[in-house]
């Protein structure tokens, strides 16, 4: 329930999740939540904890993740669960020690690539007054889906083309861009239309910000 307290729940931080807003957020898990968006070698590309601050040092200082029964149960599985029906699985007492921060009632989403990569994607959220209902559990996992998808790297973009597109993160022209790398402009439009394409994006710019979100330039 949290790999690190890395950043806190924000507006502006949540709005990196195209299927999350803030209101929704907190509406839905009002005693915290953590996510991992594509997690690659325990890393993910996207992470925010929104957990209890006492609750994540506490989960850190007693090195809680290697019994953690709902970081198992993401890690192996796909689809939701609810943290009650892990309590066989909490051998450590994990969960019920969780309950003292106002996590009582916890529902825990994972979805996985189903290529080579395996990137998955996790996340858990909290209520303290009641459990989470069968619409709910099905909206926070649909929504993971729908933020996996998103955050999945194009594979078939060329060096040429994140070459330009890092140029259009820093700011050059058309005009510019072209003189840097010594082609003409409209090598450089096709370039740019290509890449567009590929990220789904209607900018070059838009496509440099997806490419820099999505870690490639």
């Known amino acids: 329930m949290g790999l690190q307290q890395s950043e806190f729940c924000t507006a502006a931080t949540i709005s990196a999740l195209p299927w999350l807003v803030a209101s929704d957020l907190r509406e839905i898990a009002p005693a915290g939540h953590y996510l991992a968006i594509r997690v690659s070698f325990a890393f993910p590309m996207v992470e925010q904890n929104c957990l209890p601050e006492t609750w994540v040092r506490e989960y850190t ?22 943290t009650r029906d892990l309590g066989d699985r909490d051998g450590q007492g994990v969960l019920e020690l969780a309950k003292y921060h106002g996590l009582n009632f916890g529902a825990v989403v994972s979805c996985v690539d189903s290529n080579s990569d395996s990137e998955r994607s996790f996340g858990f959220f909290f209520r303290s007054d009641r459990e989470y209902d069968d619409a709910e559990m099905a909206w926070l996992h649909a929504g993971l889906l729908a933020t996996h998808r998103v955050h999945a790297r ?10 330009t597109l890092g140029l259009v993160k820093n700011g050059l022209l058309m005009k510019e861009i072209a003189s840097a790398l010594g082609v003409s402009e409209s090598a450089i439009k096709q370039r740019l239309k290509n890449a567009r394409l590929k990220l789904n994006a209607k900018t070059g710019s838009q496509a440099a910000a997806r490419a820099t979100m999505l870690g490639m330039i």
Do not use: C, F, I
């Open 154 to 163: 194009p594979k078939n973009l060329t060096d040429a083309e994140l070459e």
């Open 61 to 82: 200082a007693s090195g809680l993740l290697v019994h953690d029964p709902a970081m198992a149960w993401a890690y192996k599985n796909q689809g939701h669960v609810r």
